[in-house]
């Protein structure tokens, strides 16, 4: 497989990376900095998202109206994220609209209008997602997980903290986009068809005379409970769990995907099998490793229905600390081709790839190429697993539970 | 891009878009069945029967199907609904003849009856989770609600009482009258050599016999039903509102799917500025199905309970307005321009062309190339949307709303 990876440095600091693609029409990109919530200050959770809506809402010459006209008739598929660590925005179209895309980001993310008028339907529409996953209990049960398992402030909840988002002012939002826009720390990365010189001319042009005050990353602070439980009546008792692990940049890092991918990678894993099919326990039950610069973690739902949480958790449980026990051959070797085929079909789509780069070089300031992915996947051993396991015992997890009955974790 | 088609003795269907520089192939069985030809005994047994192939056969066991999927990386899954059930798989080039002939074998499943009792836990399950989706919920509700007597009102999970109900020998009885490969279409697209791939599918499914299979097709236009459930455990007003619109069958299936997007795109369209720009609802979304012989149009709303009156006035202003005044040009042109980047960023993988290549056979034995499509979108006009208002009357709806007092 061909591979190429186009970078550049602006002189501001602003890094431009690019991964061209064969046979594509379409292209995607993705610009993210360090605007997560963890660089918030205190009583702000949630501002990101407020800050990601009201960024669409007026930039430049255009006023709220125009300027989603002009990302619609472009045709963009727009997302934007917020984590502990980052504020991303991306964008997906057809490869010939995007010298007038990146114009518009470009005005989106130095000239937002950020109106005060504006300002309250962003925050009412966080407030209302806030109080809407009370409705999705499966996705509010791994929020509270998350939240209980990391570290303050890498703790905050995405969809922010309802005291907070109500206090939220016009003047306090516009000053964190002034203050944690860090252009000397902004990634930009692209994937799919492009030309990297007229992507790299236009970047420079918009971005390259702006700057930014280094940003660091806060100490850990406290962490929050082993066990929460939310009581609610509904039809199932959601179960989230969440364990540490070394981060991405650990030299274990592939030892642990591959472990994590015998526990939970497919239909043929330990969780899916002893859970759902020989005892019929749940229909939906995953884990998979989450990282962050200087945390990881690995994270687990189950839901079933109240009579079989007990159950349902302690089969779960049991199976994460069975796995130092030992792996067989081809546990091993279904692991590798899991991990490596999904790596070549994400190798296939603009979107995944171009998250894949930006992600890379927020965390481990490189791009690993897939071909190095591969060869590191290749050098994973039983045995190198079965080490890793040995250091890592599953002691301790944080467990939240939302349903009409509790656990004994 | 190159088409190829094959039709077997037996009358099952293979064909294939073949992308050769691609680096993985999709392929998927495509069997016309699902919770429409299900009656009342049944009811959910075409979403078990979907669970249970992956039990094995009388040669496999469930973990021997797991592990041989995961030993070859695949990217697999299956579908059920309400007219089509649909077995997946994305694999690396070099692997899809062996996918193709793990699927070719597991289209005879041995449905035992210890995995049927095993695997009912499960769908129980299933239930019970969509029952803590009032997102999902009220979707299969309104289907309900709208279809009334017609067979797309059919649930496709079906209800505790009738998967605790329904026999293995029933769904055996179910299988053998629906799974003919009469009725079953075998897709491929990607890096893949047709020959080949036609010889495994040839070689395992060629001595099935054929059975005469049916489904009564008819047009509906939906009881206009409005139903209001108290529900005090949830936390927001949930409304779904469903119109009658053009089947699968029908070209101006195109048009119809733009006007839905015209109304009610997540960005943009007139859902978007009355109800989610200010504020009013967190989520207000509009998609047009076209299904086999029949169609409808769907709204989705979320808002807090105390918002539903506004809600409701608002979503008539807009119905009230477009059965006036129509449509316009640049909105209309905004949403093709939307639907052809769409196109273009799924066709990037040969998963993203298995469904639509699948399906178009499946309801109109037709290929259609990428270019087709586009220009088909491109050709929908002003008139053609509006004439669909006209026809239709997309704001005389079936309506369901599930939340607590407001």
């Given at each position: 497989m061909k591979e190429r990876l186009d970078q550049q440095r602006l002189n501001n600091g602003m890094v431009i990376l690019g991964e061209p693609m064969d046979g594509v029409e379409s292209v995607s990109f993705h610009f993210l900095l360090p605007a997560g919530n963890a660089f918030f200050p205190d009583g702000c959770c949630g501002a990101g998202k407020v800050v990601a809506d009201w960024l669409f809402r007026g930039a430049g010459r255009r006023n709220n109206r125009q300027l989603t006209e002009t990302l619609d008739n472009l045709g963009i598929h727009r997302s934007s994220a917020v984590s502990g660590e980052h504020l991303s925005l991306g964008a997906s179209l057809e490869a010939g609209n995007l010298t007038a895309a990146l114009d518009l980001y470009a005005d989106i993310l130095i000239q937002p209008r950020l109106e005060d008028e504006q300002f309250a339907p962003s925050q009412q529409l966080a407030l209302h997602e806030l109080a809407g996953l009370d409705d999705d209990p499966r996705h509010k049960v791994m929020l509270l997980t998350k939240e209980q398992f990391y570290p303050s402030p890498y703790n905050r909840p995405a969809e922010g903290r309802a005291k907070d988002l109500q206090a939220l002012t016009p003047e306090q939002c516009r000053q964190l986009v002034r203050t944690r826009f860090d252009w000397s720390q902004c990634i930009f990365a692209v994937a799919g068809k492009y030309d990297f010189q007229v992507v790299c001319a236009l970047l420079e042009k918009r971005f390259g005379p702006l700057s930014g005050t280094a940003s660091r990353h806060p100490p850990f602070g406290s962490r929050g409970n082993p066990y929460t439980h939310q009581p609610n009546e509904g039809a199932q008792v959601h179960i989230g769990m969440m364990t540490a692990v070394p981060p991405i940049g650990d030299k274990r890092y592939y030892d642990i995907l591959a472990g994590v991918s015998v526990l939970?990678?497919?239909?043929?894993?330990r969780l899916f099998t002893e859970v759902r099919e020989k005892r019929g326990l749940c229909y939906a039950v995953s884990a998979r490793y989450q990282t962050l610069k200087n945390i990881a973690g690995i994270s687990c739902y189950a839901g079933t229905t109240p009579e079989k949480a007990q159950k349902t958790f302690d089969v779960t449980l049991h199976e994460f600390r069975r796995l130092r026990q030992g792996i067989t051959e081809d546990e091993m070797q279904r692991a590798k081709i899991g991990l490596k085929s999904s790596l070549i079909m994400q190798s296939e789509s603009t979107q995944a790839r171009c998250a894949g780069i930006a992600g890379d070089f927020a965390y481990l300031g490189r791009v690993r190429p897939l071909s190095e992915i591969r060869r590191q996947l290749d050098v994973v051993t039983i045995r190198s697993v079965l080490d890793f396991l040995n250091t890592n015992l599953f002691e301790n997890f944080t467990v939240a539970t939302i349903g009409p009955k509790s656990i004994q974790p | 891009m190159q088409f190829k088609h094959k039709q077997l003795q037996n009358g099952l269907t293979i064909i294939s878009e073949i992308q050769p520089p691609a680096q993985t192939a999709a392929m998927g069985f495509f069997v016309r069945t699902g919770s429409r030809d299900e009656n009342a005994a049944v009811s959910g047994v075409s979403h078990f029967l979907e669970h249970m192939l992956?039990?094995?056969t009388d040669t496999l066991s469930w973990q021997q199907v797991n592990e041989a999927f995961d030993g070859l990386g695949a990217s697999f899954n299956a579908s059920t609904g309400e007219e089509n059930t649909v077995y997946f798989a994305a694999v690396l080039a070099e692997y899809l003849p062996e996918v193709a002939k793990l699927w070719s074998q597991l289209m005879r499943p041995a449905l035992r009856e210890n995995d049927f009792d095993i695997e009912k836990n499960v769908i129980l399950e299933e239930i019970a989770m969509c029952r803590d989706l009032p997102q999902y919920e009220i979707l299969e509700d309104a289907r309900a609600l709208h279809f009334g007597s017609h067979p797309c009102a059919n649930s496709v999970l079906g209800t505790e009482e009738s998967i605790k109900a329904i026999t293995v020998q029933q769904m055996r009885d179910y299988f053998a009258r629906r799974y003919a490969p009469n009725n079953l279409v075998v897709a491929c697209c990607g890096n893949s050599n047709f020959d080949v791939f036609c010889g495994h599918i040839e070689q395992l499914c060629g001595n099935w016999p054929p059975v005469q299979t049916q489904r009564q097709l008819s047009w509906f236009e939906g009881t206009r039903q409005k139903k209001t459930v108290r529900r005090e455990m949830l936390a927001r007003h949930h409304i779904c509102l469903i119109s009658p619109s053009v089947s699968?069958?029908?070209?101006?299936r195109f048009a119809a799917s733009l006007l839905g997007m015209v109304l009610g795109?997540?960005?943009?369209?007139r859902y978007f500025w009355s109800l989610v720009d200010p504020a009013i609802a967190e989520a207000a979304s509009m998609q047009a199905e076209a299904m086999d012989g029949v169609g409808a149009i769907y709204s989705y709303i979320c808002c807090e309970p105390a918002a539903a009156d506004k809600v409701m006035d608002i979503v008539g202003g807009i119905f009230k307005d477009i059965a006036q005044n129509g449509v316009s040009e640049k909105e209309l042109q905004a949403a093709k321009n939307k639907v052809l980047s769409a196109l273009a960023i799924k066709s990037e993988r040969p998963m993203g062309r298995l469904m639509g290549l699948g399906l178009n056979w499946v309801y109109r034995q037709e290929y259609r190339t990428l270019a087709d499509d586009i220009a088909a979108i491109r050709a929908v006009s002003v008139r053609d949307i509006n004439q669909l208002i006209a026809e239709f009357s997309p704001g005389d709806f079936t309506c369901l709303a599930m939340g607590p007092a407001a």
């Open positions: 939970s990678g497919s239909m043929s894993s | 992956f039990k094995g699968m069958q029908d070209p101006r795109d997540d960005t943009g369209s």
